[in-house]
Nanobody, 116 residues
Framework: QVQLVESGGGLVQAGGSLRLSCTSS????????MGWYRQGPGKQREFVAD???????NYADSVKGRFTISRDNAKNTVSLQMNGLKPEDTAVYYC??????????WGQGTQVTVSS
């Protein structure tokens, strides 16, 4: 079981920036992919962004152009740079890894709150 630990959440005003980090107990360069999901108040968990072992990135339409996912294989860390934050980005953000397709591990989540 891969252990994932997120950090970097907090409170920020609309238009501000935050950077989330996720450190894995496993060697992420061998993982099929890693990504971020979020769950807002009263909402279902939704996809935010992911990055494959080949460096291919995908983003939800709602964050395209504002969020950037990156990976540091040497540190076994995946980061999510969030710029231009909006109140609707308020959520608990979860790091996710896929060792192979369908075999997922989750972090404990980190709270992001954007005030208007």
């Amino acid at each position: 079981q891969v252990q994932l630990v997120e950090s970097g959440g907090g409170l920020v005003q609309a238009g501000g920036s935050l950077r989330l980090s996720c450190t894995s107990s496993g060697t992420i360069s061998s993982f099929h992919s890693m990504g971020w999901y979020r769950q807002g108040p009263g909402k279902q968990r939704e996809f935010v962004a992911d990055i494959s072992k080949y460096g291919i990135t995908n983003y939800a339409d709602s964050v395209k152009g504002r969020f950037t996912i990156s990976r540091d294989n040497a540190k076994n860390t995946v980061s999510l740079q969030m710029n231009g934050l909006k109140p609707e980005d308020t959520a608990v953000y979860y790091c996710n890894s896929q060792l192979v397709p369908g075999l997922r591990s989750w972090g404990q989540g980190t709270q992001v709150t954007v005030s208007s």
